[in-house]
């Protein structure tokens, strides 16, 4: 079930496969890769990939901790906020992206009416090429942030006690024990939380195409719009393959990284 689908588009990425052609598959060997190096568009996609998810995993980490600090303390109605909080996480990113878009709308949209009463003048948000990338991290920044604060708080939960009673013994501040026990002990958990989203993120596509369909444009097309766009719009099959397989080794040479990153900083605790 995971060996054959790769293997099988691997063996197609090496044709030249047109379904909108009578014709049968002609071998091309690495025609297709050498096309796809030289294809402005895929580094286009490709840049804009790497900048939607840097931008989501960076806040999503960022805020994810910072809430899992604040909601690791006890206070009333705890359980009622964390619930609520970890709603984004069941919906299907379909909806919210549909949800978003009603949102985004620039003329009756909730988000421009929020800002009119900032004194803030309306953006246009997924309509602008130059602000779309940010809006969809945003959608990608609500829905997950929550999925990041679970994972810390259950880092929190496992580091022992009696560290903070030393250091509050020794003098140290609230801010001095969060830079100096908290933070390093949560790394492992942290680098954990960031592989799954990393992997997660460079593949979203569901609110994406909801959102935008990779437009305005080409402004938001990343490399799984792109390769759905040359695979089922433009039925080049096999230059569709390739990009696949670029975007596979490319995932798997992000997680291996990050992986190898983690055991060194459990090496060096």
Known sequence: MIV???????????????MSSTQPPQWVFVDNYTNLMQDKRFWLAFARTFYFTSLAIVLEIVLGVAIAVLFNRKFKGINLIKTLFLLPMVATPVSIGLVWLLIFEPTIGVANQLLGLLGINPQLWIASPSQVIPSLALVDIWEWTPMITLIALAGLTSIPHDNYEAAQIDG???WQMFWKITLPLLMP???????LRIIDAIKTYDIIYAMTQGGPGYASET???LGFT???QYFQLGYASSLLMVFFFLVLGISSIIIVLRKRLEVFR
């Not at 054959?4 to 044709?15: D, K, L, Q, V």
């Not at 958990?189 to 592989?195: G, H």
């Open 223 to 225: 490399l799984n719009i």
């Open 189 to 195: 958990t942290v680098f954990s939380a960031a592989l």
């Open 230 to 232: 040359l695979g089922f």
């Open 172 to 174: 140290a501040s609230s």
């Open 4 to 18: 054959f689908p790769i293997g099988y588009t691997a063996y197609i990425s090496f044709f030249e496969w047109s």
